[in-house]
Structures are given as structure tokens and as C-alpha cells.
């Protein structure tokens, strides 16, 4: 979506590049406000509505979307039933930043409506082409144009004479099918990460569960049930004092509740140097060990310490107590039961975890420190193919932001001998 620091960014172009013109969106579309709600009626026919959310949050409008299901008189089907090469924007919104969202139609039916708050418009795809519209409509350029002309004070709204008069910049109708055909391969490679990345969480949820409750294929030997203070060391930190008479020195991490559940902690924003954490207060937790936020919002997360530290009064640490438990191992199955930790609090209001309910967990171990350590490879890796796949996906937003902008306001051109299938 679009910010207020975007649409004042004096680095906007104030005017198309050579060889391309301005024109008024009613030069190439024809516009329709939609006024099918969401309500059943008697007498009308059912349909599928396109409402604000299916646009605000999707870049194209495709049959994998659950429409809403509602009904329509005849004269409103045929006026705002949607066809493929149309684009739909948010027409009004509570912010004036949110209007103008558009999203590009691939789909198609007899009962697939426009609904409410949104406007249709209908493309003369001999002059335009469609990706390209959708693309330009959502720049910042033209995002900002939307909120200098968005009427309201408690909600914000565009006039058809506003959306009408949108300036919109063409370039040879071959280079916006180039432009246009070039973002959608790049959205694709969005939407299929994304897809990836859920069938990996997928996959990684179903090794947790049968490593972790299960063991390792194959083995004769079954696991052996333990309580958590049985096998580890369990304490919680100190709280800093308010002077810095004698802190430690090294800029030691300390580590608060807020930063578990992210992955591993190797630094934080604040340091026992400068907070002056007084000896008295402190207990180090050595490197490599499970951490379990105790209170609040982000109670029963667990993080992973790379590095000594130590930590508030908010995290328990679990030091296992003998070289039989493999404290990676421990981690994957502290993170495996977060839930059942938290739903065995008594009580409303925000859980809260004590070291006492921690200690009297059970867990099913794998009876060696090998198997153990088996178990969390097979589950780092996992993760890992998680994270590189999450990193891609935002290599990708990012080169979506910056290519975007750079092909519709035609600072980089695309090469006219790209090869579009």
C-alpha cells in the first residue's frame, strides 16, 4: 500500500519520458461504480461478489478466491459482471492512502460480480494493456493524485469524475505489453514462493510431529518419558539495577522475552554494558541452549542462544544438566510443545508460564544423545530451507518495489528483443 512519505517523494517524475503521453484514464476506460451489496434479496439472482478485500489484497483477481456469495438483480449483472482484462480499484476507504488499490481481473463467469466500494473499469484493450494499467494505477504516482482528490473526513471517497481524470502515462502500447508482462513473471515468482514456503511449514510440521513423538524411523527402541526438571536446569534472570555500579563488562547480551520465537539470538538492541546490570542480579546462560519466554504476549515462544548471556526476570533458561541430552534437540522439542505449555495455564487474561510448570513438563526423549542430535538436523534443515526461501521472497518484494517504479515511470526501459511467452 501506499504511505504519506511516498506520495510526497520529490523523486517522482513530474512528467512522462520521451516518446510516451498523459492521458485521462476516461481516454482509455470506461468507468463503473458498483452498487451490488452484499445482502440476499428475494427475487434476484444469486452471484459472486469481488469485494474491497478480494481487491485490496490481491494483485489479480483469479478463481482460487473464495467470492463472497450474495444476489443481484439482472440489469446489475449484466452492468458490473466482470471480465477478464478488467481492473477494479478501491474507490473509498477510512484513509485517503488506501484508495485506489487496483487489482487486474483473470477470471471470469456468468454469476462474478463487482461489489460495493470498488469501481470497475473496463479497459479499450486496443489502446492499453491491462497489466500495464493495473501497474500504473498502483504506483505512488498516481496513488498520490488519488489522495489529493479523495473527499471525506471520517472515511474518504473518490468521485468517477476524479477516477476519470486520472492522469495516466502511455507508453507504445508494445512496450506496456512488455512492461506489464515483465512485473506479472515477477508477481508469479512471488506467488510461487509464497506457495513454497507454506508447503515447507507444511512438511516441517509433520517432522515435528513424528520425530518428536515418534523418533526416528526404523528404530526398535522407544522413547523414554521425562520431566523437563529431571533433565535440565531451569532459571530465570535478574533485573537490572538503576545504577551501573558494578556491571559486568564485554557487552554480554541481555536478553529479553520480546526477542525469543524470531530464531536464534546471536545480539540484541541492548547489551549488559549498557544497561549496568549489577553481579549481584545476574546468572549466565551459557551458548547453545533453548530459552522460553515466561510472561505476556510472546509467553511460551522459545528462542535459541547462540552466545553467553544473560537474562530478565521474563525468560527461563534450560540448561540440560548432562551431555545425555543434546540441548538442540531440546530446543525443537521445547518449540513442539509451546502450545501445550500455554494451555495448561489456569486463568484469563495474558498467560503466564512459571519455572515450576516448565519443570514438570513431560517430554519423550530418544534414548541416546545421538539420536537426538539426528533429530535436530533433520529439523535445522528443514528450517533452514525455510529461511533461505523466506530471504528469497524478500529479495524478490524488494526488486517488485524498485523495478516497479522504475518501468512505469520509464526510468529503465525494457529491452524491445525480450522474449514473451
Not at 511516498?6 to 523523486?11: E, Y
Not at 533429530?375 to 534443515?381: G, K, Q, R, V, W
Request: hydrophobic share 40%.
Amino acid at each position: 500500500m501506499c504511505s504519506e512519505s511516498m506520495l510526497m517523494d520529490s523523486r517522482l517524475p513530474a512528467r512522462p519520458p520521451a516518446g510516451w503521453k498523459e492521458v485521462p484514464l476516461r481516454a482509455v476506460t470506461d468507468t463503473r461504480f458498483s452498487n451490488v451489496d452484499k445482502l440476499t434479496k428475494a427475487g434476484e439472482r444469486p452471484v459472486r461478489l469481488c469485494n474491497y478485500t478480494d481487491v485490496y489484497n490481491n494483485d489479480y483477481i483469479t478463481q482460487d478466491i473464495e467470492f463472497m456469495e450474495a444476489t443481484a438483480a439482472q440489469p446489475e449483472i449484466d452492468k458490473f459482471r466482470l471480465q477478464v482484462g478488467d481492473v477494479i480499484i478501491t474507490k473509498d476507504s477510512e484513509t485517503p492512502y488506501d484508495i485506489g488499490i487496483p487489482a487486474r481481473v483473470d477470471c471470469a463467469s456468468d454469476d462474478l460480480v463487482c461489489g460495493y466500494h470498488l469501481a470497475l473499469l473496463r479497459p479499450n484493450q486496443e489502446v492499453v494493456d491491462p497489466d500495464y494499467l493495473s501497474k500504473q494505477l498502483g504506483h505512488a504516482r498516481l496513488a498520490g493524485y488519488f489522495a489529493r482528490m479523495a473527499n471525506g473526513l471520517t472515511r474518504y471517497g473518490l468521485s468517477i469524475g476524479a477516477i476519470d481524470d486520472s492522469p495516466i502515462w502511455l507508453p507504445p502500447q508494445v512496450e506496456q505489453s512488455r512492461i506489464g508482462y515483465v512485473l506479472r513473471q515477477l508477481d508469479l515468482s512471488i506467488v510461487q514462493t509464497e506457495t513454497l514456503i507454506g508447503k515447507l511449514n507444511q512438511a516441517q510440521a509433520g517432522l515435528l510431529h513424528d520425530l518428536l513423538t515418534l523418533g526416528l524411523p526404523g528404530l526398535a527402541r522407544g522413547l523414554l518419558k521425562r520431566i523437563v526438571g529431571d533433565i535440565c536446569e531451569t532459571y530465570a534472570g535478574g533485573t537490572p539495577p538503576r545504577s551501573a555500579s558494578g556491571m559486568y563488562g564485554g557487552g554480554i547480551l541481555w536478553v529479553k522475552s520480546g526477542e525469543l520465537g524470531k530464531g536464534s539470538i546471536t545480539s540484541t538492541e541492548e547489551t549488559i554494558t549498557e544497561l549496568g546490570l549489577a553481579a549481584s542480579s545476574a546468572k549466565w546462560v551459557p551458548a547453545n541452549v533453548p530459552l522460553v519466554a515466561m510472561y505476556g504476549a510472546t509467553a511460551g515462544a522459545v528462542g535459541w542462544l547462540t552466545v553467553k548471556a544473560t537474562t530478565n526476570q521474563a525468560v527461563l533458561a534450560c540448561v540440560p544438566k548432562s551431555s545425555a541430552i543434546d540441548a538442540r534437540w531440546l530446543y525443537w522439542r521445547l518449540r513442539f510443545d509451546s502450545d501445550k505449555l500455554i494451555s495448561a495455564i489456569q486463568g484469563s487474561g495474558q498467560p503466564n508460564l512459571n519455572k515450576g510448570l516448565v519443570d514438570r513438563h513431560a517430554v519423550d526423549i530418544p534414548p541416546t544423545p545421538d539420536e537426538q542430535s539426528e533429530i535436530a538436523s533433520i529439523l535445522d534443515a528443514a528450517e533452514a530451507e525455510i529461511l533461505a526461501q523466506r530471504a528469497y521472497l524478500q529479495t524478490l518484494r524488494s526488486i517488485k518495489v524498485g523495478l516497479t517504479d522504475d518501468l512505469i515511470t520509464g526510468r529503465v526501459r525494457v529491452p524491445a528483443e525480450l522474449e514473451m511467452a
